[in-house]
């Protein structure tokens, strides 16, 4: 069963436009929602956790409980934030994630 | 060393060889995940150590692949009689404990092509 949807693979926005990334979730129980990130040649990375409730890097995610979703916001988009964005979703215990097939993230100038 | 390192970070080998793949986690993380990334997906869980044991080996897809960890530290994932289809990118993470949510450090990564 699919856990994990991101809709879109490739978004394209200019540089300064809002950017949402969507991320919908198939759980019953308490989820544990993540967002990880891979810029070019680099490992892929936490970007940020639901629990925290912290901005990183300008972006911010919120848990939808009733929408079932952990959409991945930033309101002014920079060159640099191009990269692919992974939701994963951490059902059991600690880290054994599902991972949603990704968003290529493109910001042009 | 500063991250996770994997070796090889490319393997190309033919159907029905055997592959070992390595991983030697960030110092002092007690818990190692390895994961598969096939193209144009996100990475699947495979097996998860707490220590020397496999706390969790339910992503494992069949008897032809197996993971060891004897010392705690470093971590082979072995694959026997490759076929085509385990083709993907095997990534390995640690995390300072398991049983707990905590952040995963990403390795680079092994690809592995199967022809």
């Known amino acids: 069963a699919q856990r994990v949807t991101q809709p879109e693979k490739l978004l394209s926005v200019f540089k300064g436009a809002p950017v949402e990334l969507k991320c919908n979730y198939s759980?019953?129980?308490?989820?544990?929602l993540f967002w990880y990130v891979q810029y070019s040649r680099q490992r892929l990375q936490l970007l940020l956790r639901?629990?925290s409730r912290e901005s990183i890097k300008g972006f911010t995610a919120d848990l939808n409980k009733g929408e079932t979703s952990f959409h991945l916001k930033k309101p002014f988009a920079q060159e640099e934030d191009s990269a692919m964005y992974y939701c994963?979703?951490?059902?059991?215990?600690?880290?054994?994630?599902?991972f949603g097939a990704g968003t290529i993230l493109r910001v042009k100038s | 060393g500063a991250g996770v390192s994997q070796t090889p970070s490319n393997k190309v080998t033919e159907k029905g060889k055997y592959v070992e793949l390595r991983c030697d986690p960030i110092?002092?993380?007690?818990?190692l995940y390895w994961y598969r990334q096939s193209l144009g997906q996100g990475p699947e869980f495979l097996i998860y150590?707490?220590?020397?044991?496999?706390?969790?080996d339910s992503g494992l897809p069949n008897d032809r692949f197996f993971a060891v960890r004897p010392e705690g530290s470093v971590s082979t994932l072995k694959i026997q009689r490759t076929e085509r289809g385990d083709s993907a990118v095997y990534l390995c993470?640690?995390?300072?404990?398991?049983?707990?949510?905590?952040?995963?450090?990403f390795g680079e990564g092994s690809r592995l092509t199967v022809l």
């Open positions: 993470a640690s995390s300072v404990a398991g049983g707990i949510t905590g952040e995963l450090f």
């Open positions: 110092s002092g993380h007690t818990a």
């Open positions: 639901h629990i």
């Open positions: 759980y019953s129980g308490s989820p544990e």
């Open positions: 150590f707490q220590g020397t044991g496999a706390a969790d």
């Open positions: 994963a979703l951490d059902m059991e215990y600690g880290n054994k994630l599902v």
